[in-house]
T-cell receptor
Framework: GENVEQHPSTLSVQEGDSAVIKCTYS??????FPWYKQELGKRPQLIID?????GEKKDQRIAVTLNKTAKHFSLHITETQPEDSAVYFC??????????FGKGTRLSVIA | NAGVMQNPRHLVRRRGQEARLRCSPV?????VYWYRQLPEEGLKFMVY????????ESGMPKERFSAEFPKEGPSILRIQQVVRGDSAAYFC?????????????FGSGTRLTVV
């Protein structure tokens, strides 16, 4: 089955700097890669996703890149703000099985 | 659209009691997923259900855990004879028929504490 590895487990950045979180997956059939943000005590919320037919997708300060050959994808947050502080989860699926999540990255943006 | 509704938000059970967690999916969604989240850990898949059918229960412990999604009413995750190790946040997610394993919407979770 699918296995998703996520790094780093914790990340601290100064406000205004960029943050990058990386994930690798094992199943070459995976074709959908969402990212979820979970604030303390709240539900995971989808912030951006990418399908395997594109290499990059951007939404304002958030972008995701996908390298199918290397089987890894990354989340990029630019101009970080204190409200970006949360736990971020990557996930993958081929569409035939439920989403498999990484273990999460705790991002702290220091004002 | 009320989103995915889970109740209760917090549940305290003594060891040996039963815990019953409820999940009402987004209106029109026919796929329900249950995930368990331990402190400082990721979301671990437990079970995937459609109305009246268990599609994939590969992540659910064989003993004491069961799930259902009846034709009418919410999906239920039942944990019998709870133990301290069952303490966790249990999240339910739903997705529409056209996007079965894509585009999950999560509920706010039930935080189970076993004392």
């Amino acid at each position: 089955g699918e296995n998703v590895e996520q790094h780093p487990s914790t990340l601290s950045v100064q406000e205004g700097d960029s943050a990058v979180i990386k994930c690798t997956y094992s199943d070459s059939a995976s074709n959908y890669f969402p990212w979820y943000k979970q604030e303390l005590g709240k539900r995971p919320q989808l912030i951006i996703d990418i399908r395997s037919n594109v290499g990059e997708k951007k939404d304002q300060r958030i972008a995701v890149t996908l390298n199918k050959t290397a089987k890894h994808f990354s989340l990029h947050i630019t101009e970080t703000q204190p409200e970006d502080s949360a736990v971020y989860f990557c996930a993958a699926t081929s569409g035939n099985t439920p989403l498999v999540f990484g273990k999460g990255t705790r991002l702290s943006v220091i004002a | 659209n009320a989103g995915v509704m889970q109740n209760p938000r917090h549940l305290v059970r003594r060891r040996g009691q039963e815990a019953r967690l409820r999940c009402s999916p987004v209106k029109g969604h026919s796929h329900v997923y249950w995930y368990r989240q331990l402190p400082e850990e990721g979301l671990k898949f437990m079970v995937y259900l459609q109305k009246e059918n268990i599609i994939d229960e590969s992540g659910m412990p064989k003993e004491r855990f069961s799930a259902e999604f009846p034709k009418e009413g919410p999906s239920i995750l039942r944990i019998q004879q709870v133990v301290r190790g069952d303490s966790a946040a249990y999240f339910c997610a739903s997705s529409p028929p056209s996007n079965s394993n894509y585009g999950y919407t999560f509920g706010s979770g039930t935080r189970l504490t076993v004392v």
